[in-house]
């Protein structure tokens, strides 16, 4: 029998970064993400051998070992690793063989969650397997506990939440890891319109988000004024863009992504750079009223929405500059788990 699972990745609307400690710790965090038809896949079957068997199917990568309580956190398939040393240190797996396979349907680095969605369809799987009973909220507490305490891994909280829960969703940050998801009625008529208008780009290029995250954290702790008060603006950010969903008030949105886009650019360096910019402006001089790197900034993807029926402009610019369109649906449905 093979224990499946699999979990969406997610594109940031607003108030990306709040999430992150200190900041979130301090002063409270607010984010505003959605979940789209991109996803990470986890499978787990039982074998003969006493060994442990890591395999991604995306990235080509393959490694075993002998059966261990404690697999080596080495740089190499360490969000595999880390979810087994976790659960054989809870207690809930204990003596038996397998293989792990994994698939993600975007590239590391790109600003999709990947790593923490990745995370998540991996426990999802030992949950199916192992029938563990978790409930949405413990199942993204551990998976962020196990990518940021164990494996001291930089990053927020919402991508762990957002591939649990799916959907659109307000999630607000407070000290003691404490979260909470708030699901949004969006109407269908807006996602549509949404759907239609925010279009999703691969810069070609990947980006290393933990070095963006920690210049980040760095600027909170020395108190940065101006790194600060842009983080207090992309709160702020995420408040504005839950009411015009909700209201439907589809032509703000574009407003409110370059709002978020420059105050994100003020938090930290390497957030942007030239080529990014550049893909800015070009999506700007073609009918797009507003965008935003995805993820912590660098490269990765971008969005852009573009009103009236200025999409068709917007893709044929950014293409003839390097950009890749990448079409996406909105997704329900979190993480979902099966026998096969």
Same mark, same amino acid.
């Given at each position: 029998?093979?224990?499946?699972?699999? @979990?969406?990745?997610?594109?940031?609307?607003?108030?990306?970064?709040?999430?992150?400690?200190?900041?979130?710790?301090?002063?409270?965090? @607010?984010?505003?993400?959605?979940?789209?038809?991109?996803?990470?896949?986890?499978?787990?079957?039982?074998?003969? +051998?006493?060994?442990?068997?890591?395999?991604?199917?995306?990235?080509?990568? =393959?490694?075993?070992?002998?059966?261990?309580?404690?697999?080596?956190?080495?740089?190499?398939?360490?969000?595999?690793?880390?979810?087994?040393?976790?659960?054989?240190?809870?207690?809930?797996?204990? *003596?038996?063989?397998?293989?792990?396979?994994?698939?993600?349907?975007?590239?590391?680095?790109?600003?999709? *969650?990947?790593?923490?969605?990745?995370?998540?369809?991996?426990?999802?799987?030992?949950?199916?397997?192992?029938?563990?009973?978790?409930?949405?909220?413990?199942?993204?507490?551990?998976?962020?506990?196990?990518?940021?305490? $164990?494996?001291?891994?930089?990053?927020?909280?919402? $991508?762990?939440?957002?591939?649990?829960?799916?959907?659109?969703?307000?999630?607000?940050?407070?000290?003691?890891?404490?979260?909470?998801?708030?699901?949004?009625?969006?109407?269908?008529?807006?996602?549509?319109?949404?759907?239609?208008?925010?279009?999703?780009?691969?810069?070609?290029?990947?980006?290393?988000?933990?070095?963006?995250?920690?210049?980040?954290?760095?600027?909170?702790?020395?108190?940065?004024?101006?790194?600060?008060?842009?983080?207090?603006?992309?709160?702020?950010?995420?408040?504005?863009?839950?009411?015009?969903?909700?209201? *439907?008030? !589809?032509?703000?949105?574009?407003?409110?992504?370059?709002?978020?886009?420059?105050?994100?650019?003020?938090?930290? +360096?390497?957030?942007?750079?030239?080529?990014?910019?550049?893909?800015?402006?070009?999506? !700007?001089?073609?009918?797009?009223?507003?965008?935003?790197?995805?993820?912590?900034?660098?490269?990765?993807?971008?969005?852009?929405?573009?009103?009236?029926?200025?999409?068709? $402009?917007?893709?044929?610019?950014? +293409?003839?500059?390097?950009?890749?369109?990448?079409? =996406?649906?909105?997704?329900?449905?979190?993480?979902?788990?099966?026998?096969?």
């Amino acid at each position: 029998m093979i224990y499946r699972s699999k @979990a969406p990745l997610r594109i940031g609307f607003a108030g990306g970064g709040t999430d992150v400690s200190p900041y979130s710790d301090e002063f409270g965090g @607010a984010i505003l993400n959605a979940t789209i038809n991109l996803y990470a896949y986890a499978s787990i079957e039982e074998i003969a +051998e006493d060994k442990v068997i890591l395999c991604t199917k995306d990235r080509g990568e =393959y490694i075993e070992y002998d059966w261990s309580e404690k697999l080596p956190i080495d740089g190499f398939l360490d969000l595999h690793k880390g979810v087994h040393n976790r659960l054989v240190a809870d207690g809930s797996l204990a *003596g038996k063989g397998y293989r792990l396979t994994t698939f993600v349907e975007a590239p590391a680095g790109s600003g999709l *969650g990947t790593s923490s969605t990745l995370m998540t369809a991996i426990l999802g799987a030992y949950q199916e397997w192992l029938a563990l009973p978790f409930g949405e909220y413990d199942t993204a507490h551990l998976a962020y506990d196990i990518e940021r305490i $164990d494996l001291d891994m930089a990053g927020g909280k919402q $991508d762990q939440y957002s591939a649990t829960f799916g959907g659109f969703n307000f999630m607000e940050f407070y000290d003691n890891d404490k979260v909470i998801v708030n699901p949004l009625r969006v109407k269908s008529r807006h996602i549509n319109e949404l759907s239609h208008n925010l279009l999703l780009f691969y810069t070609q290029t990947n980006r290393d988000s933990a070095a963006i995250i920690e210049k980040q954290r760095s600027n909170v702790k020395a108190s940065n004024s101006e790194a600060l008060e842009a983080m207090h603006q992309l709160k702020k950010q995420a408040v504005m863009m839950k009411e015009a969903l909700l209201k *439907g008030e !589809m032509d703000k949105i574009g407003e409110i992504l370059h709002f978020g886009w420059e105050n994100k650019k003020r938090m930290a +360096e390497g957030i942007t750079n030239p080529m990014i910019d550049k893909l800015y402006s070009t999506a !700007m001089d073609n009918g797009a009223s507003g965008g935003k790197i995805s993820g912590a900034g660098g490269g990765g993807f971008m969005v852009f929405y573009a009103p009236g029926n200025t999409r068709h $402009d917007v893709i044929n610019a950014l +293409e003839e500059i390097g950009a890749t369109h990448q079409p =996406y649906q909105f997704s329900k449905e979190g993480l979902s788990t099966w026998k096969a």
